[in-house]
T-cell receptor, first 111, second 116 residues
Framework: KNEVEQSPQNLTAQEGEFITINCSYSVGISALHWLQQHPGGGIVSLFMLSSGKKKHGRLIATINIQEKHSSLHITASHPRDSAVYIC?????????????FGQGTRLTINP | GAVVSQHPSWVICKSGTSVKIECRSLDFQATTMFWYRQFPKQSLMLMATSNEGSKATYEQGVEKDKFLINHASLTLSTLTVTSAHPEDSSFYIC????????????FGPGTRLTVL
């Protein structure tokens, strides 16, 4: 079992729909990242969370430390949101530097 | 947010040649830089962790003599793929961690290497 599991692996929706991508992890963490990777390959860091909730534009990220679970929500989805969304966690060990990545969720928003 | 650049964005080379990829943090000092490799439709695989002024720490299975990493300054790290072969063709991504903020990490746009 991977330390970081994302669901769904693939998601297709119509423009305007509310999107939720989930991330569950099995280790104690100091931070969780949500990343976006477009077909061209470049990665954009969307959020870094250690507790609670963050919002940026149409994107909302939440984390529940006790349940070891995070969600990424997209409101009023648009075709330009089509990308792979990756959840990554950083462990609790003092000085932990590595990120552990989920397998990614491929999101396609149709017009 | 902070910006990390990579150069070149893509490169095509002949088998047996060496290729250098640069990773720069443009507006912050990065004590730690990471090099990742990504195969099609797969997640990022950490190759090595590079701390400024010291030798890189390579992940298990990554040949340090094949993938030379130099982190000479707080804003520049380089990855050199030596004697490249077609199986080295991949997407290489660097990432830099802010010195001031422990958990913050920013990613470069990636370099697509094709070895003929």
């Amino acid at each position: 079992k991977n330390e970081v599991e994302q669901s769904p692996q693939n998601l297709t929706a119509q423009e305007g729909e509310f999107i939720t991508i989930n991330c569950s992890y099995s280790v104690g963490i100091s931070a969780l990242h949500w990343l976006q990777q477009h077909p061209g390959g470049g990665i954009v860091s969307l959020f870094m969370l250690s507790s609670g909730k963050k919002k940026h534009g149409r994107l909302i990220a939440t984390i529940n430390i006790q349940e070891k679970h995070s969600s990424l929500h997209i409101t009023a989805s648009h075709p330009r949101d089509s990308a792979v969304y990756i959840c990554a966690v950083r462990g609790l060990i003092q000085g932990a530097q590595k990120l552990v990545f989920g397998q990614g969720t491929r999101l396609t928003i149709n017009p | 947010g902070a910006v990390v650049s990579q150069h070149p964005s893509w490169v095509i080379c002949k088998s047996g040649t060496s290729v250098k990829i640069e990773c720069r943090s443009l507006d912050f000092q990065a004590t730690t830089m990471f090099w990742y490799r990504q195969f099609p439709k797969q997640s990022l695989m950490l190759m090595a962790t590079s701390n400024e002024g010291s030798k890189a720490t390579y992940e298990q299975g990554v040949e340090k003599d094949k993938f030379l990493i130099n982190h000479a300054s707080l804003t520049l790290s380089t990855l050199t793929v030596t004697s490249a072969h077609p199986e080295d063709s991949s997407f290489y991504i660097c990432s830099a961690k802010l010195a001031e903020v422990y958990n913050e990490q920013f990613f470069g746009p990636g370099t697509r290497l094709t070895v003929l």
